[in-house]
């Protein structure tokens, strides 16, 4: 994010910030640095898919800290990626680091991936701390500019743009803003501050004789930053490349002392474009001037929006999407790989610790997110043209081809009378009957509600989803892997009942016995501490249909309860729970002391086991005993055993009818 090498080159030289009490203030907070770096905070295992619980506390503890310093937090969002896409060819630079980062954890070496829910786990965290927040409906900087520029108040971010932009308040790198040593008395007194750093850029300018404030916006264009890479600058930054100092930041300082000699920006985008080829000049003046509005505050008054929730953005407007769309985006309800492919027909998939030999773990949620292009498909005024031609218009998917990025594209599912024919349209989802929309979830995933009755219905969607992706994923899914699934289930199910005091109902003694056990349990040293790659590479799979089945429900309006994500999904305690279930059955027994979750875990498997084939865990349990034959069986029906919804990324049109409920029209 941010300028090419600014955020370094301020972070070596200390002097270009100043010391800053935070406290008795607002306080304007980037959402995507904050949850990244949060998350890296949170020190869970990168490896292992996420610990949404451990960060759920991180969140908690960071505004904790904000609230005892009186310090007023408002969260902005990016949304999607604009209708002009510009960011398009560093957001692919920057895939293609996450896949090589991913690359490297599934190999044992070091690095840093986030897991794939972590956003949704922190709009949860934010909604149940009752933090304001919006989501923006593209790149949020220029947003969050103007709303600090009127409030007087700080940003708090990790995008070093943010030193290019004039902020009243000035601009809090995240890396040093040090939120657990709030400083200044006990508890509940006043006079409480987070110590932090605020960048200067006076300070900045100084350093560089008598450069302009006023030039930081051409300077940050010309070093290369999201939005431009101007290969027609070469001979430029080339000639003005700093000499003294060191090759380090060289091209940077040397931009920096050349605009020194300039009173504002035409004057130096004159200077720069003599070093310019005569037939590019123009193009290129074009480009720059453009470029530099990037860091113009926005006039969005998101503030507006903090009070009546309602989000006005002259570039949605233009995009003419429908209010019930836009509202829901604003408010987080709406995911930005909803409005990416409703406004551009474009996404990026984002890769996790994975078998990299192996598809991508987002095949296996494919006929998901066709039946969410074909619901989108519904906003088009060329919809009606496409489908009298029996084509439904392509949706751009990058992803991950072995350890490549790849750009795939996906035909949209046909849609159930009643969602396909010409009174309906994407507007008007909101009026269709919710059972009606609740039924295409259900039958999206292959699960009756009827077999759901027995389950608490803020698990029926999780549930589903793991029902869903038994039968979907490819290699198939092993006995151990989905009771290790449950049984974590389960075990945030316990925790939620134990140590939640919102929670419905008295708290039984056998519960808290139960409880206590599973931590005692969890102290214990694991033997086995191998990391198991084909086992995580099935639980991203089970990850990425999540996320669709997640986002399928947004887009339906919530049929079902949406799941708590720091209660569902820790990495950690998953794959230690399959590698014991192999040497020690009994484990499965983990929380017998409690009648009520020995119940909930037999619900859980039975309502599984009960929409699967009868035989899809048998099979298992006979490779076990006699894996030659087994092998020679896999071999001769290889084609038989795949299962037609784990589609790969290539293929347009699933074969399996997931609607005959609901009457597919052909």
């Known amino acids: 994010m941010g300028v090419r090498g600014l955020a370094g080159f301020v972070e070596e030289r200390g002097a270009f910030c100043a010391e800053l009490r935070v406290r008795d203030t607002k306080l304007v907070i980037d959402g995507s640095s904050l949850y990244h770096q949060l998350c890296f905070a949170s020190a869970a295992d990168p490896r292992r898919g996420g610990e949404y619980g451990l960060f759920a506390e991180t969140v908690r503890d960071f505004f904790g800290s904000l609230r005892a310093c009186r310090v007023s937090p408002f969260v902005v969002l990016d949304g999607g990626r604009g209708p002009d896409d510009r960011k398009l060819p560093a957001l692919r630079e920057r895939a293609a680091e996450r896949l090589r980062a991913a690359h490297g954890l599934s190999r044992g070496e070091g690095g840093c991936v986030v897991p794939l829910l972590t956003r949704e786990a922190f709009l949860q965290a934010l909604r149940r701390l009752g933090v304001p927040f919006v989501q923006c409906f593209a790149e949020a900087d220029r947003e969050i500019a103007g709303l600090a520029n009127r409030w007087g108040c700080p940003v708090l971010s990790l995008d070093s743009d943010f030193c290019v932009f004039e902020l009243a308040g000035g601009y809090c790198p995240l890396t040093h803003f040090q939120w657990r040593s709030v400083c200044g008395g006990a508890d509940g007194q006043r006079g409480r501050y987070v110590p932090a750093r605020c960048f200067s850029a006076e300070r900045f300018c100084g350093h560089f004789g008598a450069l302009r404030r006023s030039l930081l916006p051409l300077f940050a264009v010309m070093c290369g930053n999201d939005y431009i890479e101007l290969a027609a600058l070469e001979a430029f930054l080339g000639a003005v490349r700093s000499r003294r100092g060191g090759r380090k930041h060289a091209r940077l300082r040397g931009v920096l002392s050349w605009l020194s000699q300039f009173s504002e920006p ?390 399996v009818n997931r609607f005959a409920a609901l009457e597919v029209d052909d």
């Open 266 to 655: 035409a004057e130096a985008v004159d200077g720069v474009l003599k070093y310019v080829k005569k037939q590019q000049r123009e193009e290129v003046r074009d480009l720059l001037c453009a470029s530099i509005q990037d860091y113009t505050p926005s006039d969005v008054k998101l503030e507006d929006f903090f009070r009546s929730s309602r989000y006005e953005c002259e570039a949605a407007r233009k995009a003419g999407l429908p209010q019930w769309v836009l509202d829901a985006l604003a408010k987080g309800k709406l995911a930005p790989f909803i409005i990416n492919a409703l406004v551009l027909r474009s996404t990026f998939l984002r890769v996790q610790v994975e078998n990299m030999q192996r598809p991508s773990a987002h095949s296996a949620a494919l006929p998901i997110r066709r039946v969410i292009y074909g619901l989108l498909l519904k906003a088009s005024q060329n919809t009606e043209a496409a489908s009298r031609s029996n084509e439904l218009p392509a949706f751009c998917e990058f992803s991950r081809l072995q350890k490549t990025l790849k750009k795939t594209f996906v035909q949209a599912a046909s849609l159930p009378t009643g969602f396909c024919d010409d009174s309906f349209s994407l507007e008007k989802l909101v009026e269709v009957p919710m059972s009606h929309r609740q039924m295409l979830l259900l039958e999206t995933l292959g699960v009756q509600m009827s077999f759901l009755k027995p389950i608490p219905s803020h698990l029926q969607l999780p549930v589903a989803v793991t029902c869903y992706w038994i039968r979907c994923s490819e290699p198939k899914v092993k006995l151990h892997q989905l009771k290790a699934l449950l049984l974590m289930i389960v075990s945030g199910e316990l925790h939620r009942i134990t140590n939640d005091p919102d929670a419905p109902g008295l708290c039984a003694e056998d519960d808290v016995i139960a409880y206590n056990e599973f931590l005692k349990w969890k102290e214990k040293k694991l033997e086995n501490k191998d990391f198991d790659l084909d086992a995580g590479h099935g639980f991203c799979q089970w990850q990425c249909c999540l996320q669709m089945g997640l986002y399928l429900n947004q887009l339906l309006g919530s049929p079902l309860p949406e799941p708590d994500l720091s209660r569902l999904y820790t990495g950690s305690l998953v794959h230690r729970l399959f590698q014991e279930l192999k040497s020690t059955p009994s484990v499965e027994n983990l929380f017998s002391s409690s009648p009520k979750m020995t119940q909930l875990y037999q619900d859980l498997l039975n309502t599984v086991e009960s929409t699967v084939p009868p035989d899809v865990f048998q099979k298992i349990k006979v490779c076990k005993t006699k894996p030659e034959s087994c092998k020679k069986k896999k071999a001769s029906t290889k084609e038989k055993k795949a299962i037609t919804c784990a589609l790969p990324e290539a293929q347009h049109l699933c074969s």
